[in-house]
């Protein structure tokens, strides 16, 4: 079946502008996940959200960054003022279930990111 | 926080060779530990988990073993070959109420010399 997808793939924006990153989780997949990577590191937690509720977003650096999943499917990344740090690739991921399941229900399958570049 | 630690940042093996990925973890907690294979330009691919519960884990040439004691776990591929080349990524998770984003180590270039 189809996996998670992100668009855009790519996006270009100025210093201080506005964006919003999409993410198209598995279908059927409660939990959803936002992760952000710069080069050459590992991808970093920003939000998790459980069906339609941000359940932990301890990992958002700051008040610019805000996420939505309002029909507890699609979710979408929201960066306001957007600065040259924020430069990255933006990675979502799924899984079935967020919390503890039985077998492999908290696997997390990755989309192949939004590479987002503030000049 | 969890806090994982990789090593090496770079390994260069001969095609056939055998290829280890070490990871440890600092939080006791922990208990589900994913390894995560990224190609240039492509997301994260889950290729083998290992929960706390188990000791050791293995699927065709790869195969991981976790140390609770130690807090350590490692990947093993065995038999490389030209397309196991890519980065790879040890994480951890305390699966079971809180947080459930995954910490990942720094990544490991997996270079395959044929």
């Known amino acids: 079946g189809a996996g998670v997808s992100q668009t855009p793939s790519n996006k270009v924006t100025e210093k201080g502008k506005y964006v919003e990153l999409r993410c198209d989780p598995i279908s059927g997949h409660t939990a959803l996940y936002w992760y952000r990577q710069s080069l050459g590191q590992g991808p970093e937690f920003l939000i998790y959200f459980q069906g339609t509720g941000a359940a932990d977003d301890s990992g958002l650096p700051n008040d610019r960054f805000f996420a939505v999943r309002p029909e507890g499917s699609v979710s979408t990344l929201k960066i306001q003022r957007t600065e040259r740090g924020d430069s990255a690739v933006y990675l979502c991921?799924?899984?079935?279930?967020?919390?503890?399941?039985?077998?492999?229900?908290?696997?997390?399958?990755f989309g192949p990111g939004t590479r987002l570049t503030v000049l | 926080g969890e806090n994982v630690e990789q090593h090496p940042s770079t390994l260069s093996v001969q095609e056939g060779d055998s290829a280890v990925i070490k990871c440890t973890y600092s939080d006791s907690a922990s208990n589900y530990f994913p390894w995560y294979k990224q190609e240039l330009g492509k997301g994260p691919q889950l290729i083998i988990d290992?929960?706390?519960?188990?000791g050791e884990k293995k699927d065709q040439r790869i195969a991981v073993t976790l140390n609770k004691t130690a807090k350590h776990f490692s990947l093993h591929i065995t038999e490389t070959q030209p397309e196991d080349s890519a980065v790879y990524f040890c994480a951890a998770l305390y699966s079971g109420g809180g947080a459930d984003g995954l910490t990942f180590g720094k990544g490991t270039h997996l270079i395959i010399q044929p």
């Open positions: 991921a799924s899984s079935l279930m967020g919390l503890a399941g039985v077998g492999s229900t908290d696997t997390q399958y």
């Open positions: 290992i929960r706390s519960n188990v």
